[in-house]
């Protein structure tokens, strides 16, 4: 049964393997370069304190191969499920040989188990050696990507680790499992990929957030969560301030930032504002002070008015993931892959059994 399974899938296994040799290797060869340039710069930009801006310019210059990496290991699962897991027993059936396969000396429930564990195993094999390939190349970027783009950022997060051998293993056995109930593999693959889609997406959305408690704080208004200020004309001050980022915890996951004013309570009015920020108004004067024409609206980095702004005592109110939970995160949500994965075996296991035919 081993040999038959491996006589099956072995044209699939070798271009995935090819494709996975080739990717290894490029990013083998590249990464110690980027590391080498992530290395010297922050060696020339800590005595000046310009961290921030080496760290625009750096992920700035390789920005579309980080984003273009991340995707592929995001899409490689969902590649799984519809050209591994879907065909596995549909074709079976389209073509009529299940007839013969299951009336051998091996039980149809022995057949599919071989195949869910072999194939199973490769697909999270291979989604797992590109997720930490990719992981070890784009150790740099993590480090100095904005906010929206950092590892704990929903998207990015999925694309890290060892998160991607879960999301495979689920997806092959997702496509099994909707191929016994559809018995046709294109409407199997198409349904499997907007179950597994939406899995992915009610992941970040409302588990991920509560694997652990967040955490909360109040900071003070500075670069790093600040977008910008500006004034109107009759005295309206606005202050965006950024919701992906809380001073002193780089590469968190910020689930909600608010500007609270004085008394704690949030600040005045919204305002339209970058899609990335939330913009507040608050009372004070932009016809004199620091905050007049005179102290000027500088860069939140040395801006006399911000200064104002937080002596007056209005604070960041945010809620976030650490990234010190990373992998305790990437633990967790594998193990919950693991267990919906053996589920659906399981159901699989239970439905040839019995339904099947």
Not at 2 to 10: D, P
Not at 44 to 70: I, K, N, Q
Request: hydrophobic residues 50%.
């Amino acid at each position: 049964m081993i040999w038959l399974t491996w006589r099956q899938f072995r044209g699939s296994a070798a271009l995935t393997g090819a494709v996975l040799l080739v990717l290894v290797v490029a990013l083998g060869v590249t990464g110690p370069g980027l590391a080498a340039e992530y290395a010297a710069g922050i060696a020339a930009c800590v005595p000046d304190e310009t961290c921030l801006d080496f760290f625009d310019r750096f992920f700035g210059s390789y920005d579309l191969l980080f984003l273009a990496l991340t995707l592929v290991v995001l899409i490689v699962p969902a590649l799984i499920g519809l050209f591994w897991g879907a065909p596995l027993v549909t074709r079976e059936l389209e073509a009529g040989t299940h007839l013969l396969v299951w009336n051998q000396s091996v039980t149809r429930g022995r057949w599919l188990a071989v195949k869910l564990g072999i194939v199973g195993l490769a697909a999270a094999v291979a989604a797992g050696v590109c997720g930490l390939a990719v992981t070890w190349w784009s150790g740099p970027l993590d480090r100095s990507a904005v906010p929206e783009m950092a590892q704990m950022a929903p998207v990015v997060f999925g694309a890290r680790g060892i998160a991607p051998m879960g999301y495979a293993a689920f997806a092959f056995v997702l496509g099994v499992a909707v191929g016994l109930l559809v018995r046709r593999t294109l409407p199997a693959m198409a349904l499997t990929l907007v179950v597994f889609a939406a899995v992915q997406i009610a992941m970040p959305l409302l588990v991920r957030p509560h694997l652990m408690p967040p955490v909360t704080g109040t900071f003070e208004l500075g670069r790093e969560n600040v977008d910008g200020i500006g004034a109107e004309r009759g005295g309206t001050l606005h202050v965006f301030l950024r919701t992906s980022a809380v001073p002193g915890h780089p590469g968190a996951w910020v689930l909600s930032s608010d500007l609270s004013g004085p008394t704690g309570r949030t600040a005045v009015e919204d305002v339209s504002g970058p899609s990335s920020t939330v913009a507040r108004t608050i009372p004070i004067s932009t016809t004199s002070g620091p905050c007049g024409p005179e102290g000027g609206l500088a860069p939140p980095g040395t801006s006399p008015c911000l200064t104002e702004i937080n002596r007056l005592g209005y604070r960041q109110q945010a809620a976030y993931q650490p990234l010190e939970r990373f992998w305790p995160f990437q633990w967790i949500e594998t193990g919950i892959y693991a267990l919906l994965t053996l589920g659906l075996a399981g159901c699989c296991l239970r439905w040839i059994r019995t339904r099947a035919s």
